[in-house]
């Protein structure tokens, strides 16, 4: 008759639950997934990702060509370039709250922020923000104290 112990129950266990997180994962990948499903190797995956237009500071031009549609859970990166012909930001809380912000880099300086409400450019340059849309909705980054369509992009989460 063959004894069972604590330990050897634990390890059993143990065993059977590491086996089970390594072939869930697998079990339910599927290739009638689609192109909308999230690749096995998590939302920051080189196949989730998408580079967005680039958004344009400069006085008295218009922000982008056209809204943004993005779709929640997929991996966006975005420029915003600055021409410095004038200080300008751009405030959207509502926005900011609505991504995951992965990172925003500056000059080769990468910065993991928790989260921001907006952000300004005093001179030329240029800012990436790499984020993961999260909750649906629609949103609008705006130059602030402006009042014209042109200094305001909407963009919407599906």
Do not use: C, H
């Not at 690749?39 to 008295?60: D, F, H, Q, R, V």
């Not at 080769?108 to 923000?129: C, H, K, N, Q, Y």
């Amino acid at each position: 008759m063959t004894r069972i112990t604590r330990t050897s129950l634990t390890r059993s266990i143990l065993a059977t639950a590491l086996a089970l997180s390594v072939a869930m994962p697998v079990a339910f990948a599927s290739e009638e997934d689609g192109e909308d499903s999230v690749p096995l190797a998590g939302l920051m995956a080189a196949g989730n990702k998408e580079n967005l237009p680039p958004i344009t500071l400069s006085a008295g031009q218009p922000l982008a060509a056209a809204p943004l549609k993005l779709k929640s859970g997929r991996y966006y990166e975005i420029e915003i370039e600055a021409d410095g012909s004038q200080e300008l930001g751009l405030a959207g809380a509502g926005f900011f709250r609505a991504i995951w912000i992965d990172e925003i880099v500056i000059e080769g300086l990468e910065i993991r922020p928790l989260g921001i409400d907006s952000v300004e450019f005093d001179e030329a340059g240029t800012m990436e923000i790499g984020f993961i849309a999260i909750k649906p909705g629609t949103y609008e980054l705006k130059v602030p104290g402006s009042t014209g369509d042109s200094q305001r992009l909407e963009i919407t989460i599906e």
